[in-house]
């Protein structure tokens, strides 16, 4: 008798807890859906400098070989870690990528005041921007029957991963999917005689000289491999030799960053170091550690620190550029 | 069994099965409805009604049918699937700590998505049906690992065996799946990560339709092999004993419970906990009987993660949290509490 009584109560107090909670839903999950007569006067314009030419709707292939109906003068992009590329166009995202409350620094000039979402697109959350053309990266994003489920939303063009890796590639094709191929080919151009203009710089000033780029976060290093992302811009771009190490560790990566150890890093004969400090808020105890001070150029005193804040860890026009920048202010310079 | 007349007894227990099935299944529609009406879109419950008898916008057609009702679906599939999983392994090993993650299915189907990722040239995505179809032979594998190591010949499934060659199994496919995520590129281990923390926010109608010829074929299964089940808990002397065929019915009753934890952790990632808290709840509710303990299992499983995906839903808003997550956030505690009584 007794243990029924026991059971009794818990199945009251259960379902006295789920009332409760369903009240508690009921009070405060909804956030109002934006009007769209309300949000026009927020809205970025983007498209204003395509009015000239009588732009209509395009179809377009995409990197998984999606035949996507592009809108002929798109006016709510959501282009998730692909702002770079809108940015270096131009363009205005109605929502920018966000994880875990970061952001992409290095844009906010731009990109201040535009609405975050989270990384992984949640399918109301697009909604809730009310998008009319959709720009995806890698394929992940979209695998396992989402694409199906964007594409209800918006339009949806994913690059794919190799178009994604490559950030000339991804600008052009983002370029001709915004029907901006012109303004997308000029942003190269400019780069590409900016990195050559650089490059000449580094070679007067400095001649072949070794650079190597090392990230720190909780207390691990990584070193950016020779052919990515920033050591893309380092090595091809500006013609910075590549240590035997980077080289070494490069080959057997498979990352943009790939780990390294400190016992490694203090083989690294690299003549500057630059150093992407993600540590810096709790206090760069691996900076203090005895190896790290044996590294060649620590102790010539040739290391550049950047904050994770700068444009180092990421990749594409506007990144690179800010990087050449960086090299020619802060190592060139000295 | 109702051909004999009852004791006041039995007539008791019949009656308290009854409400508790009735309590469970009314908690599972309030749950449903506030699932409906949860997410960052608004539909007021007139949008709601309108919506559903047809009439709602486009936008509110996609929202409530594609987005809201096949994850609602998935969800109420993949928490009974669980349950009946976790009973009938708890059952066979005669141990009150078994389910799918315990004994390795789980990880199992996740080093194999894990593969996958890794090594699938990535020209074209992936169709929807493949990764449960790849997580359904990783759990099967796992599963059959575990089964011939316990097996001993005319002694048949040693249940003590089962429990600890899982965990073992489990351990070792953990460490492997550790070492091949060191492998690969950050994109990649974050789908991954994110799979394996048991999301069902991607989830479509084509997932639905993979997951349900499952279900509909050995959730009846089960409940039909229930009295088996019974006599296969008192143990395999006794149940050789009563004229059951042990072996068999072990081999059989094992292959569906791999078969229901494997297509459902392949839809829905790995969420663990469900598959043990279901059938506890569900024996304290309404007693050892598998004909009752199996029905109310299924439905508790059904409204803890019916539960969890809303609560998951709501939280972080806009974020998603991996439903997983949160049902291991009510997991665990209960598990550590399971411990501690069985000490006592």
Redesign the interface.
């Given at each position: 008798m007794f243990a029924t009584k026991r059971k009794s109560i818990t199945i009251l107090l259960g379902l006295m807890l789920m009332s409760l909670w369903l009240a508690a839903c009921g009070n405060n999950n909804n956030k109002a859906e934006p009007s769209t007569s309300g949000s026009t006067a927020s809205q970025p314009a983007s498209a204003s400098a395509s009015a000239s030419a009588p732009a209509t709707e395009r179809k377009l292939t995409d990197g998984l070989g999606h035949e996507v109906t592009i809108p002929a003068n798109p006016q709510r992009i959501i282009a998730s870690y692909l702002e770079d590329y809108l940015v270096a166009l131009g363009v205005k995202p109605v929502a920018q990528w966000t994880v875990a409350n970061g952001i992409q620094d290095y844009l906010q000039g731009t990109l201040k005041g535009i609405p975050t979402i989270p990384y992984d697109l949640p399918f109301e959350a697009v909604m809730s921007f009310q998008p009319d053309l959709l720009i995806i990266g890698p394929n992940s994003t979209v695998e396992g029957g989402k694409y199906e489920q964007y594409a209800k939303i918006a339009p949806t063009f994913v690059l794919g991963d190799d178009t994604v890796n490559d950030w000339r590639k991804a600008l052009l094709k983002i370029g001709e999917v915004l029907n901006k191929s012109d303004e997308a080919q000029k942003v190269l151009d400019a780069y590409e005689q900016k990195a050559a203009d650089a490059k000449a710089k580094i070679q007067a000033a400095l001649p072949n000289q070794s650079v190597a780029a090392i990230w720190l976060v909780q207390n691990s290093f990584f070193v950016v491999s020779d052919k990515q992302s920033s050591g893309d811009v380092l090595y091809n771009d500006l013609g910075f030799k590549v240590p035997a190490v980077v080289k070494e560790i490069s080959a057997k990566g498979t990352g943009n960053w790939n780990p390294i150890s400190l016992e490694k890093l203090a083989d690294l004969d690299a003549d500057h170091l630059i150093l992407i400090n993600s540590d810096k808020g709790t206090g760069s105890a691996a900076l203090n550690d005895p190896i790290w001070k044996t590294i060649k150029a620590v102790k010539n005193g040739h290391v550049y620190e950047y904050p994770s804040s700068s444009s180092w860890l990421y990749y594409g026009p506007v990144a690179s550029s800010q990087m050449i920048d960086n090299v020619l202010n802060d190592i060139v310079k000295k | 069994m109702s051909a004999y007349p009852m004791s006041p007894e039995a007539l008791r227990k019949r009656k308290?099965t009854v409400f508790?099935l009735t309590?469970l299944a009314v908690?599972i529609v309030?749950?449903f409805i506030?699932s409906m009406?949860?997410?960052?879109?608004?539909?007021s419950p007139a949008d709601l009604l309108r919506t559903l008898s047809g009439g709602g916008t486009e936008?509110q057609n996609?929202?409530l049918f594609?987005?809201r009702l096949s994850r609602i679906v998935i969800s109420v599939l993949i928490g009974m699937g669980l349950a009946i999983s976790g009973a009938v392994l708890q059952a066979l090993s005669r141990n009150a700590l078994a389910d799918s993650g315990i004994i390795g299915i789980n990880s199992g189907a996740g080093l194999v998505i894990l593969l996958f990722?890794a090594f699938y040239p990535?020209?074209?995505?992936?169709p929807?049906y493949l990764?449960p179809l790849l997580a359904w032979i990783g759990g099967g594998f796992a599963a059959l690992l575990v089964f011939t190591m316990s097996y001993r010949r005319h002694k048949g499934l040693s249940p003590n065996r089962l429990l600890l060659n899982g965990v073992a199994v489990n351990a070792g496919i953990s460490a492997v799946t550790i070492v091949l995520s060191l492998?690969?590129?950050?994109?990649?281990y974050?789908?991954v990560l994110?799979w394996m923390a048991g999301s069902i926010?991607?989830s479509?109608w084509?997932?639905v339709a993979a997951l349900l010829p499952f279900i509909l074929v050995l959730i009846p299964f089960v409940f039909y092999k229930a009295r088996t089940i019974n006599v296969l808990g008192l143990g395999i002397e006794l149940a050789t004993g009563l004229g059951a065929r042990v072996s068999r019915e072990q081999i059989v009753l094992l292959a569906a419970a791999v078969g229901l934890a494997s297509s459902c952790v392949a839809v829905s990632g790995n969420i663990g906990f469900v598959g043990l808290i279901a059938p506890h709840l569900a024996r304290?509710?309404v007693g050892q009987r598998y004909q009752a303990l199996l029905p109310a299992a299924a439905l508790a499983g059904a409204l803890l993660v019916l539960?969890a995906d809303?609560?998951a839903r709501?939280l972080l808003?806009?974020?998603?949290i991996p439903t997983g997550i949160v049902v291991a956030v009510i997991g665990a505690p209960y598990f550590l509490y399971l411990l501690f009584r069985t000490k006592k």
């Open positions: - | 308290r508790v309590a908690a309030l749950t506030v009406n949860t997410g960052l879109i608004r539909l936008r996609l929202i594609d987005f990722v990535t020209a074209t995505a992936a929807a990764l492998r690969i590129n950050p994109e990649q974050q789908f994110t926010w991607g479509n084509s997932l304290r509710l539960a809303t609560f709501w808003q806009p974020t998603e």
